[in-house]
Structures are given as C-alpha cells and as structure tokens.
C-alpha cells in the first residue's frame, strides 16, 4: 500500500520512510494525552473544625479550625467548636473569648433560626467561663 501526495496535478507516492516518524508519534501523543489532573479541593464546610481531630495533633486541628472560623465569620457554630480545642490545649483564655465571640453572634439570631443545642452549648460554656474567672480585686 503506498500513500500519494498531490503535487502540480500529479500524484507522487510518500515514501515509507517518512511515514515511519509520524506512526511513532501517534502512540506517544496518545500516552501524553493521558496525564491525570489533581483533583479540586473540597470547600471548607462548618463541619471541617472538629472533623479529623487528633489528640496528639491539636495545633494541627486549631489551624483548620482557624480556617473554618475565617470562612464563617457570622456563624457561632465553628467558635463553639474551637472552644472545645482551645480547651483541649489548656488554653482556657482563648476558648472563653471564643464563646464571648458565638454568644455575641447567636445574640442576633432569632430563637427559631438557631439549633438549640448550640444555643444551649453557648450558655453553658459562657456560664463556665465566668466560674472560671479570677476574682478581681475590690470585686
């Protein structure tokens, strides 16, 4: 079987020989075609804070909570979570501003918009914080 080009009216054969780099071309710009892309990051969701918590690996998990904080700023859930973090680290100051923070933001939430377990998580938690207060001289 020999291929023809046209040229000036006539048909002239394409020798083998260049016809041998274009068929091995072909498979390697099939393999190429194939490269697998990454796949898309999954959006942060109010869930993410206490998602893949480790307990030897607290700073980890502060830091995506810190993430989900940032990506729901009006949304008391994510600080009511951290607080259990902040707690879990010893580091009752920052949970307590935590609370202070979600209470603040459930504060605006009509009664019927917010899931009362968390409202009543928020009441118990800020009611603890200020247990744990250090009393304050002439107080």
């Known amino acids: 079987m020999s291929v023809t080009t046209e040229l000036a009216g006539r048909h002239t054969p394409v020798p083998r020989r260049q016809r041998r780099p274009l068929l091995l071309l072909l498979p390697a710009l099939l393999v190429g075609g194939c490269v697998e892309q990454p796949l898309p990051e999954r959006p942060i969701t109010r869930e993410d804070c206490l998602r893949t918590v480790k307990l030897e690996d607290l700073p980890s998990a502060l830091q995506q909570c810190d993430k989900v904080v940032a ?25 307590c501003r935590d609370i202070a923070q979600a209470t603040t ?7 019927g918009k917010l899931d ?9 938690r800020q009611r603890s ?11």
């Open 105 to 111: 933001l459930a504060a605006a939430v009509p009664k």
């Open 116 to 124: 009362p377990i968390l409202r009543q998580d928020l009441e118990v």
């Open 129 to 139: 914080c200020r247990e744990d207060e250090p009393a304050r001289p002439g107080g």
């Open 71 to 95: 990506a729901f700023p009006k949304d008391p859930g994510p600080l009511n979570e951290r607080f259990l973090l902040h707690t879990l680290a010893g580091n009752t100051v920052a949970a």
